[in-house]
């Protein structure tokens, strides 16, 4: 590949994420400026919960069928060959599926059930890490005969940041509504071979604020909850994520194996997210400092500028020059505001 191709690939990526597009619109163009620079027949990207590193939505280009639970269940297996959490906590955060198994894919589970008879050969996959935080992954794909080389694989790694800035900035532009802060939390329960056994009233409300409108007992759930479902279920131990809803509420999804019964039944609750949940999912996105975000988590909470200065041991003045540095990242003049960034749905976003 011509190296001038790929300089104005990532120059024209770079540029898209101060377009303030959102994520679909982001996605579909940089899929489309990558198709010469990264050639590939299918592609897959996610968005993922930062604090988690559990994938909460997905984007498809070409591919056979949209992920169901026992996909989810293969696809993402924290021990198969370059799962999207290991390169996103390694030093390169891309990697070829050929090269990871020493040219043998067939090693790889996720290879043999779903890439194999997709007559796949070629996986190139990269988690989108920007300031040492990971918020979203693709995977592209080549059908055989043809691989991605390990040139091609430093060039997405070139892209993983630039790519993740795109990813975070949707995080910002979206916010928290406060219409769903009265309701009750709902729950599903899974049994061992993943279908739904039994939900609660307000578990079809949250359902529906996941874009869902079908029935549990037929229809594919919402992806971002047969995620956190299956994560549960893989390491036998409880498992979250946010993700925004329809309404531009955050929803929080708390996964637990289930008590009693056959093992393998999981437990998930659905519930509107709580402050300091937003907060430091956004502190992240704003990428505000360590002290920044204490400040504001205290802001949030109602606290003034004496008690803030209190509680973390600094003078009143050092307070206001905090504020400032927050209300310049944020794009706002007032504590006011800043509350309304974060609890206000963006309707435009």
């Known amino acids: 590949m011509n190296h001038s191709t790929r300089e104005r690939a990532y120059e024209r990526v770079a540029r898209l994420t101060g377009a303030h597009l959102d994520l679909p619109t982001f996605l579909d163009e940089a899929s489309e400026l990558l198709a010469t620079a990264l050639p590939h027949d299918a592609a897959c990207w996610h968005t993922m919960d930062p604090a988690t590193l559990i994938e909460t939505g997905f984007h498809l280009e070409n591919m056979p069928k949209a992920p169901d639970a026992e996909v989810a269940a293969l696809a993402y297996l924290p021990d198969d060959f370059n799962s999207f959490v290991a390169l996103a906590r390694a030093g390169r955060h891309s990697g070829v599926l050929s090269t990871a198994t020493g040219g043998r894919p067939e090693r790889s589970l996720r290879y043999r059930e779903l890439l194999r008879p997709h007559n796949v050969t070629g996986e190139l996959r990269t988690s989108c890490v920007v300031d040492g935080t990971c918020w979203g992954n693709f995977a592209f794909f080549r059908e055989a005969p043809a691989d991605f080389t390990e040139d091609e694989q430093d060039f997405a790694h070139d892209l993983a940041a630039v790519l993740g800035g795109g990813f975070r900035g949707a995080v910002v532009r979206g916010r928290s509504g406060s219409g769903t802060a009265g309701l009750w939390p709902g729950l599903l329960l899974f049994d061992e071979n993943r279908r739904v056994e039994s939900a ?100 949030l909470r109602g606290c003034g500028t004496g008690e803030i200065a209190t509680r973390l041991f600094i003078s009143p003045h050092t307070v206001q020059g905090h504020l400032k540095s927050i209300f310049a990242k944020t794009g706002v003049r007032s504590r006011r505001e800043l509350v309304t960034r974060v609890f206000t749905p963006d309707r435009g976003a």
């Not at 307000?202 to 995620?227: C, I, K, N, Q």
């Not at 929080?252 to 008590?259: M, Y």
Request: aromatic fraction near 6%; avoid cysteine.
């Open 200 to 299: 609660t009233g307000p578990a079809h409300h949250w359902l529906g604020e996941l874009g869902f409108r079908g029935s549990t007992g037929a229809d594919p759930l919402p992806y971002a909850l047969l995620m956190v479902a299956e994560h549960a279920r893989g390491a036998a131990a409880d498992a979250s994520v946010r993700v925004r809803g329809e309404s531009g509420a955050w929803v929080e999804l708390h996964a637990s194996p289930a008590s009693g019964g056959a093992p393998g039944r999981i437990a998930v609750i659905l519930q509107s997210a709580t402050a300091p949940s937003v907060a430091s999912l956004l502190s992240a996105a704003y990428g505000f400092t360590p002290r920044e975000r204490e400040l504001v988590d205290l802001v």
